[in-house]
Structure formats: C-alpha cells, structure tokens
C-alpha cells in the first residue's frame, strides 16, 4: 500500500510539472497596451521646433515625451519614472522660426521638478541640458524628434555582461527609419554613457561600433540579443517597449 500511495504521489508531481510548463510556454509575448503605432507628430511640424520629441531616462529608469504645441498651442511633456507619472508645463510661449528654449516644470513626491528644454528652429538638435528629478540627483535625459513618417519607440530594459556587470540599457529607435541609439548606466554608477548606435535590418539591431554584430532583435514590444564586446564579454540585453 505504501508502495502504491508513493507512486500516485510520484505521478501527480510530474502530471502538475507537465501542465505548468505547458501554461509557461503558453504565456502570451509582452506588449506595451499605451504605446501608439502610428506618429503623434503632425507633418505641418517636421521642419519646425513645433512638434513631438520622445526619448529615455536613465537614474533609474523611465521615458519621456514632449509635446510643442504639436496640436495647437499648448507645450506639455509627460514623464514615467520607475512607473511613477509626472505632467510638466513650458515656461515660455513658442515663437515661429525662432529656437525654443524653457523649462518644464511638474511635482514628484510634492517637491518640485524642473527640465530644461531646447531645440533650434527647425527642429535640430533637441536637447535636455538639465534636469531637477526629486529622488534621481543623477538622471540623464536622451531625446529625439518624430516625424510624422518616422515613428520613434522607447524602450528600457537591463543588460548583463560577463565582465561581471549589470546594469540598466534603454534605446530609443525608428523602425520606419532603420535607425536606433542607446544609453546604459552599470548598476551603483551616477553616470550615464551610450551604448551603441547603428541601423535595423529586418528587426535587427546592428552595431557598427562592435563589428556590425547584431546586439539584439525586435520582436514585437520585446528587444532581446546577446553579443560579444571589444573584450571578448558576452553581453546580454533584455528590453520592453514603454513609449
């Protein structure tokens, strides 16, 4: 009896394995439920600093979207930061053909935040040249502008390099372009650096700097690759799509 009772036992343990490894593998891809498919940019703003600028923050990590009167007259940006949301407003009233420069003003945790923008008049070189981020002394804030036949994407995730380091990765890229960037921060440091820069190829990611490897493939909202840096280390990254 005994012997029996140890075997049923046995059979139920391998059946219940079976039918979890079977509900994992079932387990449907990550997608991003708020993400657009389609540019927010309008095409009356391509050449102008009027328009859609999105990118990345790392420390910790999140994403960013700037709205210049893209619709209007209203200049707005949207902040996600470790999941929490922060609504910023402009200081300055955009004038035409002129640069745009401001800061963005918004509240985390009830003390103040504050971003300072600036783009040129027809759009170039948008940057965010400071930052205030209650809780992320440290934040770094990449960003470009989307057109409105390039759709730009964000995307945050983690890397792991068998140096040993671990660290966080975000990119920002334009599969109707082919182009994508990335910034990484190694866990416990206060500074951020790029982490590549190159073209996409049938969903690839391909890095001119590390001997056009391909650093990670898209698959839908996921980014996920393996590849070997100028130190012969294997990195491996791991992204979702956020914006």
Known sequence: MKKLQFLLAVAMMISFAGCKKSSDSNTPPYTCATCVHTPD???ANDASSKGVYKG??????????????NNGTGITAIMIIDGVTVNLTATVTWQPGAAYLTDFIGTLGGQPVVIHFTVGASGQSPTVTSANIPGHPNATLNIIKETSSGLVECFEGSYHSTKPEDG????ILSRTL?????????????????????????????????NNQVIGTLSGDNLNG????SNGKT???TCHRSL
Not at 168 to 171: E, F, H, K, S, V
Not at 186 to 207: F, K
């Open 41 to 43: 940019a309008k095409a």
């Open 56 to 69: 990345v923050v790392i420390g910790s990590s999140g994403t960013i979207m700037f709205d210049i009167a």
């Open 168 to 171: 966080t990765i975000n990119l």
């Open 178 to 210: 082919g182009t994508w960037l990335g910034f990484a921060r190694p866990n416990g440091a206060t500074t951020s650096g790029t982490a590549g820069t190159g073209t996409i190829v049938s969903n690839n990611l391909i890095d001119p700097s590390q």
């Open 226 to 229: 393996s590849f070997l840096d």
């Open 235 to 237: 990195i491996t990254i």
